[in-house]
């Protein structure tokens, strides 16, 4: 993995700053869905340009319909990987409501909590584990049935397990590097930092899984010539005066 290609091949693009602050217009509004979606899309599109070897993987801004697409086929994706925790959280609801307020009850659902709480963290750890396989299946099918064949998910992710949490410190790096140099300006700069640390882990997630490229072979040495057939001599002369009768 070129982990130090991750960080810079943003600033490698020509027109990284417009689709920097582009980028970053879209994640200060990922409060309205939409846009994070959209940005999911666009990760996608990175994944998706470096697996084809682009030397310039950023992708243009154009279609954002594709990109809303691809991002809400992720979305989905997600949601059903978390429906387990909503499976374990709605019967701790329940029985918040049915026992009230007596103290029994209230140790009774402290404990409950805190067991979610763990399970949660540990559901997150997987999904975080998941994810690169995600992202990489769906870019190179385009099928929503690809995010959820378990046995290939678990497969990949298992296969590179090394790569895999190299890939989750190496981001959550990334996010720390982002969240300093933002406060350290004034945290305005969080605006654009932020989501130069999703580039980033777009990046990183593209690697994971990817065959080194083998080096061109050398030319192959030019075939040597058979040297010139000499002229035979020219005929003496009692040979021509022979022939001439």
């Known amino acids: 993995m070129d982990?130090?290609?991750?960080?810079?091949?943003?600033?490698?693009?020509?027109?990284?700053?417009?689709?920097?602050l582009i980028a970053a217009v879209l994640s200060f509004l990922s409060f309205l869905i939409v846009p994070a979606i959209i940005i999911t899309g666009y990760m996608v599109g990175i994944v998706r340009n470096?697996?084809?070897?682009?030397?310039?993987?950023?992708?243009?801004?154009?279609?954002?319909?594709?990109m809303f697409r691809d991002g809400l086929m992720l979305l989905v994706a997600f949601l059903v990987y978390s429906l387990p925790l909503l499976v374990i959280l709605c019967p701790i609801i329940v029985i918040a409501i049915a026992t009230g307020d007596s103290q029994s009850a209230q140790d009774t659902l402290s404990v409950l909590s805190v067991c979610f709480t763990c399970l949660a963290v540990l559901w997150g750890i997987v999904l975080a584990l998941v994810s690169p396989a995600l992202y990489i299946r769906y870019a190179e099918t385009n099928e929503l049935s690809a995010l959820f064949r378990f046995g290939d998910i678990v497969s990949f992710t298992t296969s590179n397990i090394g790569p895999v949490i190299v890939v989750i410190v190496v981001g959550w790096v990334a996010s720390l590097i982002a969240s300093i140099v933002g406060l350290l300006l004034c945290g305005i700069g969080l605006v654009v930092t932020t989501p130069w640390a999703t580039l980033v882990m777009a990046h990183l997630y593209a690697q994971v899984g990817m065959k080194p490229q083998a080096p061109p072979a050398p030319p192959a040495p030019p075939t040597p010539s058979e040297p010139p057939t000499a002229a035979p001599p020219p005929p003496s002369a009692p040979d021509a005066m022979v022939s001439s009768i």
Do not use: A, C
């Open 50 to 66: 470096v697996r084809r070897g682009d030397p310039r993987p950023l992708p243009k801004w154009e279609n954002l319909g594709d």
């Open 3 to 20: 982990i130090g290609k991750s960080f810079t091949y943003v600033f490698d693009d020509e027109e990284w700053v417009s689709k920097l």
